[in-house]
């Protein structure tokens, strides 16, 4: 990296006038550093690359003209030459990394433009990037200001003042920047601060959503391509946490949908599979619970009947992520599980008719249990902006909707009901649907939030049907996700195509 220009410090806070490094208009070999100063707007500092240059506070030499006041300085425009002369040996010096490469997003020329803010020009930008101050202290992830244990931070954003001297600031050779702060609050003395590229390059606001991790992308599938894909994973190599494990893990994130086997006949080992991702989520039909036929059930799944594709707890408003079904008995006749991808479905429908996917990402529908001494309910679009999540289940829907009732709102509900009878029709129809009859000692583990599930009707009388659920919720999941990344990358990055182009893959099975 080329040595950094030292610019006395006092020069930073002369009535508001500023040095910075800009591009690089010098010719090599030549022994003055060009600025070109607006009236009451910033010193612009042109550095050439290698070179150190220090320009007295007090005075300016022109090329044409010899030394130039403080005063003079504050009409019109005048190109000067920082001279030979060097500023006090006792006033503390702001250094400023101020050669350009001209590389675009990676190597910024730096503005101090005023005490509250640093202003990064990229060559392929045409408005700066504004960093504030404050943000920027507070930003801070060094050990210092993040506990290395605990990952807590040791300040409060309220903590860090207003008023934040720099004494250095220097580009980094990752695109990053290193930002040395005087006089600081927490740590004695000085303060070494370095910020990613991917901190500070960016104009635009830091999303809402938290922080995104890698992940192997989502694959779309129906009938056929996941008959091809089904995976299996032994019970033993899912608990030992290694390479089963990670299969597993990485096929229930493309896909949604993973199969276990050789699971001890044990009501406890629902809760050993699920632990492996985190802990259970308990809700009020409890940590655990069985699905098996009973009269008077609380919940249709809880009777023979055939159950139609659906998701669960779509009423709270933590909906549980990841299902865990572990068949303990299943000799009767019937009870085939179905699993249809809501994802795949709302792609078709998202390229095929984007009219009716305005439907369904915009209308929200209320979903509620009001029995038993429990009172529930949320609201859903079908479809929502990301492209994992849906919310379908028609059992659980109020019967009494929200509707304007008027001609528009009438003819608003009919173009909605044709948008939800094709998004039926791509979830429910044979090509769609994977149909499975679950063996004992079988665990199915999906994804309740993108995968459908439901079960044929089946017989009481022939035999036995028991299963015994749990679930894991949306953030557990995440988690689980985000720490075990590499590794998941490390196994494939999933369908490279995008969502919408794999959607189109099924357009011709139409």
């Given at each position: 990296?080329?040595?950094?220009?030292?610019?006395?410090?006092?020069?930073?806070?002369?009535?508001?006038?500023?040095?910075?490094?800009?591009?690089?208009?010098?010719?090599?070999?030549?022994g003055?550093?060009?600025?070109?100063?607006?009236?009451?707007?910033?010193?612009?500092?042109?550095?050439?690359?290698?070179?150190?240059?220090?320009?007295?506070?007090?005075?300016?030499?022109?090329?044409?003209?010899?030394?130039?006041?403080?005063?003079?300085?504050?009409?019109?425009?005048?190109q000067?030459?920082?001279?030979?002369?060097?500023?006090?040996?006792?006033?503390?010096?702001?250094?400023?990394?101020?050669?350009?490469?001209?590389?675009?997003t990676?190597?910024?020329?730096?503005?101090?433009?005023?005490?509250?803010?640093?202003?990064?020009?990229?060559?392929?930008?045409?408005?700066?990037?504004?960093?504030?101050?404050?943000?920027?202290?507070?930003?801070?992830?060094?050990?210092?200001?993040?506990d290395?244990?605990?990952?807590?931070?040791n300040?409060?954003?309220?903590d860090?003042?207003t008023?934040?001297?720099?004494?250095?600031?220097?580009?980094?050779?990752?695109?990053?920047?290193?930002?040395?702060?005087g006089?600081?609050?927490?740590?004695p003395?000085?303060?070494?601060?370095?910020?990613?590229?991917?901190?500070?390059?960016?104009?635009?606001?830091?999303?809402?959503?938290?922080?995104?991790?890698?992940?192997?992308?989502?694959?779309?599938?129906?009938?056929?391509t996941?008959?091809?894909?089904?995976?299996?994973?032994?019970?033993?190599?899912?608990?030992?946490?290694?390479?089963?494990?990670?299969s597993?893990?990485?096929?229930?994130?493309?896909?949604?949908?993973?199969?276990?086997?050789n699971?001890?006949?044990?009501?406890e080992?629902?809760?050993?599979?699920?632990?492996?991702?985190?802990?259970?989520?308990?809700?009020?039909?409890?940590?655990?619970?069985?699905?098996?036929?009973?009269?008077?059930?609380?919940?249709?799944?809880?009777?023979?009947?055939?159950?139609?594709?659906h998701?669960?707890?779509?009423?709270?408003?933590?909906?549980?992520?990841?299902?865990?079904?572990?068949?303990?008995?299943?000799t009767?006749?019937?009870?085939?599980?179905?699993?249809?991808?809501?994802?795949?479905?709302?792609?078709?429908?998202?390229?095929?008719?984007?009219?009716?996917?305005?439907?369904?990402?915009?209308?929200?529908?209320?979903?509620?249990?009001?029995?038993?001494?429990?009172?529930?309910?949320?609201?859903?679009?079908?479809?929502?902006?990301?492209?994992?999540?849906?919310?379908?289940?028609?059992?659980?829907?109020?019967?009494?909707?929200?509707?304007?009732?008027?001609?528009?709102?009438?003819?608003?509900h009919?173009?909605?009901?044709?948008?939800?009878?094709?998004?039926?029709?791509?979830?429910?129809?044979?090509?769609?649907?994977?149909?499975?009859?679950?063996?004992?000692?079988?665990?199915?583990?999906?994804?309740?939030?993108?995968?459908?599930?439901?079960?044929?009707?089946?017989?009481?009388?022939?035999?036995?049907?028991?299963?015994?659920?749990?679930?894991?919720?949306d953030?557990?999941?995440?988690?689980?996700?985000?720490?075990?990344?590499?590794?998941?990358?490390?196994?494939?990055?999933?369908?490279?195509?995008?969502?919408?182009?794999?959607?189109?893959?099924f357009?011709?099975?139409?």
């Amino acid at each position: 990296m080329p040595p950094a220009a030292s610019i006395p410090r006092s020069l930073l806070n002369v009535e508001g006038r500023h040095v910075y490094s800009g591009v690089n208009i010098l010719r090599r070999g030549h022994g003055h550093t060009t600025t070109t100063v607006p009236a009451r707007s910033p010193i612009t500092a042109m550095l050439q690359r290698g070179f150190k240059s220090r320009i007295h506070p007090h005075e300016y030499h022109c090329a044409a003209s010899g030394p130039v006041t403080k005063n003079q300085l504050r009409h019109g425009f005048r190109q000067l030459v920082g001279g030979s002369k060097r500023g006090l040996a006792s006033q503390a010096e702001l250094k400023v990394n101020a050669y350009n490469d001209s590389t675009g997003t990676s190597n910024p020329s730096i503005q101090l433009v005023d005490d509250a803010t640093i202003h990064l020009n990229y060559a392929d930008q045409e408005a700066p990037v504004v960093l504030d101050r404050h943000w920027l202290r507070d930003a801070c992830e060094c050990s210092f200001c993040v506990d290395p244990d605990s990952g807590q931070k040791n300040f409060g954003t309220c903590d860090v003042p207003t008023q934040l001297p720099i004494q250095q600031i220097s580009r980094t050779d990752n695109g990053g920047l290193e930002v040395v702060w005087g006089k600081d609050f927490l740590t004695p003395g000085n303060h070494v601060s370095h910020y990613p590229a991917a901190t500070i390059q960016s104009r635009a606001q830091q999303s809402l959503q938290p922080k995104s991790v890698r992940l192997p992308n989502l694959s779309l599938w129906d009938k056929s391509t996941f008959g091809r894909d089904h995976l299996m994973v032994d019970f033993d190599e899912w608990m030992a946490g290694g390479q089963g494990f990670l299969s597993g893990l990485h096929r229930l994130h493309t896909h949604g949908l993973l199969f276990l086997r050789n699971v001890p006949k044990s009501e406890e080992s629902v809760v050993s599979i699920a632990n492996q991702i985190g802990n259970l989520q308990e809700t009020f039909y409890g940590r655990t619970w069985n699905v098996r036929s009973k009269p008077k059930a609380e919940n249709v799944a809880y009777t023979s009947s055939f159950l139609g594709l659906h998701q669960d707890l779509l009423y709270l408003r933590d909906t549980p992520r990841i299902q865990f079904l572990h068949c303990l008995e299943n000799t009767c006749e019937g009870g085939e599980s179905m699993f249809s991808d809501g994802a795949r479905a709302g792609h078709q429908i998202k390229v095929g008719s984007p009219d009716l996917f305005d439907y369904l990402i915009n209308r929200r529908l209320r979903y509620h249990y009001k029995k038993h001494g429990h009172h529930y309910e949320m609201m859903h679009s079908v479809l929502s902006e990301d492209p994992g999540l849906i919310f379908w289940s028609p059992p659980f829907q109020d019967s009494t909707q929200q509707l304007e009732k008027t001609e528009g709102g009438s003819r608003y509900h009919r173009r909605w009901l044709a948008a939800a009878t094709e998004f039926r029709r791509l979830l429910e129809e044979e090509r769609w649907t994977y149909e499975y009859k679950m063996q004992p000692g079988e665990c199915v583990v999906f994804d309740n939030l993108r995968v459908l599930h439901g079960r044929r009707m089946f017989n009481t009388a022939s035999g036995s049907r028991w299963l015994k659920g749990a679930y894991v919720a949306d953030d557990v999941f995440r988690s689980k996700l985000a720490v075990l990344s590499p590794e998941l990358m490390g196994l494939g990055a999933g369908d490279e195509a995008p969502l919408e182009y794999q959607a189109k893959r099924f357009q011709g099975k139409e």
